[in-house]
């Protein structure tokens, strides 16, 4: 069973940075993707930024330019840059991963979430 840990977080002012960290824990067959979703109050979970098994990323039109995601396959992790935040992007952020269990079943996890707020 996989355990996503989460790292990072907090409050910041417009224009300023934070680094979201997520590590995983357990053991799996395999984990495809990685990434990272957000949610904001009153609205519904979406997609940040997320890293395929083969290094490809794809980011959310909303954040492009001013978020990147990274990954170590070694350690098993995953980590978003958030640079020049706007207020918009104040949410709970959440690690995801999927994959492969030891019995070859599809598995998704998702971490405890970590509050990310941005002042005006």
């Known amino acids: 069973q996989v355990h996503l840990v989460e790292s990072g977080g907090g409050l910041v002012q417009a224009g300023g940075s934070l680094r979201l960290s997520c590590a995983a824990t357990?053991?799996?067959?395999?984990?495809?993707?990685m990434g990272w979703y957000r949610q904001a109050p009153g609205k519904q979970r979406e997609l940040v930024a997320l890293?395929?098994?083969?290094?490809?990323?794809s980011y959310a039109d909303s954040v492009k330019g001013r978020f990147t995601i990274s990954r170590d396959n070694v350690k098993v992790a995953v980590a978003l840059q958030m640079n020049s935040l706007k207020p918009e992007d104040t949410a709970v952020y959440y690690c995801?991963?999927?994959?492969?269990?030891?019995?070859?079943?599809?598995?998704?996890?998702w971490g405890q979430g970590t509050q990310v707020t941005v002042s005006s």
């Open positions: 890293s395929t098994s083969g290094g490809t990323t």
């Open positions: 357990g053991i799996t067959y395999s984990i495809n993707n």
């Open positions: 995801y991963a999927d994959g492969l269990s030891l019995r070859r079943a599809d598995f998704n996890a």
